[in-house]
């Protein structure tokens, strides 16, 4: 999925080093422009290395810094990164490993503005936000969040922009205005918004899609490619949430391996009716059977109390009755999961093929932005759960410790009842 070049093979050794201790079992596939500066022969080697079916990460020394003139004139899959030293092989380990995050987070964290539309992709005609940082994520508000948002600072526009920064800080825009900063809390019951700008623009989502149609099917082509490697190498199981990402999983499973897609859903006894109506509509558009498996956590949730951060003893149950269902179907499985780099720390650690137990899991959307999971599935003519459509970010079940002053408000706003425990 992932290939690095650097200027030259001692450049290349330096990353290698790094690589095997910060990015282990990664397979990640190193190449060199054979110590060249010249733009013309740097770019010619460029050209006949990078395809349209993986990632590449360029790393440049201080010294090659003119060579980030090159990146507009490759792919969107395509990022150059300056390491801060005169070269490669000069940084630390933990620089170079730095480094190599940093180019994986400047592909997926731009946003461009080309007519009346958002435009994912570095060739836009304005950039409107772009960022190296792995934490930031950027996703489109739907109706549910406008209803939060406009009572308390009025008009913004439809299908608002979010970055999500860090400690809960969201940056709003409306077309290429910035126009409010929104302060979602972890814990209490109210979130802080301040407005910067009367200006808005009512987008159409549509237009959006339209717009981002070859930058949609770019990451498409990637994942199935990475797929494809695993072609009759075992039965392909994908853990369903009812959630984006892993509905987007499920499409991209059927897509790469056409039958024999086997997707699970762990009832909880705690989900949403939301989620629940979700699995079964999506499933027989799909034409698949969903495996259901119960995770006895409304009852385990009576005697061990909430879960909390520190003590997520519901996630436990979960992969417990997941695997117990997997083992019931295959002596062989492939999980597929939703898994992106940019919903936490630990999971941009992983490898996007690693063995967990006794399954072989892989990640194909690693690099996938939330914004692309949204359109993913309009793309492919489905809706996203209607809770998506209230304003939530992720969904989990009721008592998920997760859920932040942000859901709950769209809870009360929207009347939905949690069962007292």
Request: glycine share 6%; net charge positive; proline share 4%.
């Given at each position: ?78 990022s150059f990164f300056v390491v801060d030293k005169s070269k490669v092989r000069n940084a630390r380990l933990l620089e170079i490993a730095l480094s190599f ?321």
């Amino acid at each position: 999925m992932f290939n690095l070049i650097v200027k030259a093979k001692r450049d290349a050794d330096a990353v290698k080093a790094a690589l095997s201790r910060f990015f282990n079992g990664w397979n990640i596939k190193i190449h060199t422009f054979k110590g060249m500066t010249s733009s013309d022969k740097v770019f010619d080697i460029l050209s006949s290395i990078i395809d349209d079916k993986s990632f590449f990460i360029i790393l440049l020394g201080r010294n090659e810094r003119h060579l980030m003139a090159l990146d507009k004139l490759f792919s969107d899959n395509v990022s150059f990164f300056v390491v801060d030293k005169s070269k490669v092989r000069n940084a630390r380990l933990l620089e170079i490993a730095l480094s190599f995050e940093y180019g994986r987070a400047k592909i997926r964290n731009i946003v461009g503005w080309n007519n009346e539309s958002y435009f994912f992709s570095k060739s836009a005609e304005e950039i409107i936000f772009s960022s190296h940082i792995p934490a930031i994520d950027v996703f489109i508000g739907f109706s549910g969040f406008l209803k939060l948002l406009e009572p308390r600072i009025g008009r913004i526009g439809s299908y608002p922009l979010i970055i999500r920064d860090y400690s809960g800080l969201h940056h709003i825009y409306s077309g290429v205005f910035k126009i409010a900063e929104l302060k979602i809390l972890s814990v209490g019951e109210d979130f802080y918004v301040n407005r910067l700008s009367d200006k808005y623009v009512d987008l159409n989502l549509n237009s959006i899609l339209t717009s981002n149609v070859n930058v949609i099917e770019m990451y498409e082509r990637i994942s199935l490619s990475f797929l494809s490697q695993f072609k009759g190498m075992g039965d392909i199981i994908v853990p369903w949430s009812g959630g984006k990402d892993s509905t987007c999983a499920l499409v991209l499973a059927l897509k790469a391996f056409r039958k024999n897609v086997v997707p699970i859903f762990v009832d909880t006894g705690l989900e949403f009716n939301e989620t629940r109506e979700y699995i079964d509509e999506i499933s027989s558009r799909l034409g698949v059977n969903v495996e259901v498996e119960y995770a006895p956590i409304d009852k385990e949730l009576k005697v061990r109390g909430l879960p909390t951060f520190d003590n997520r003893w519901c996630t436990r149950l979960k992969i417990e009755a997941l695997y117990n269902r997997i083992k019931k179907i295959s002596d062989n499985p492939i999980v597929i999961v939703g898994d992106r780099d940019v919903e936490s720390r630990l999971r941009s650690l992983r490898p996007p093929v690693r063995r967990h137990e006794f399954v072989l899991q892989l990640a194909p959307m690693k690099m996938w932005p939330t914004w692309l999971s949204q359109l993913y599935l309009i793309y492919n003519d489905l809706p996203l759960n209607k809770l998506y459509y209230y304003g939530f970010y992720r969904i989990g079940c009721f008592i998920c410790p997760s859920l932040r002053s942000w859901e709950r408000a769209i809870m009360r706003e929207k009347s939905i009842q949690i069962p007292q425990f």
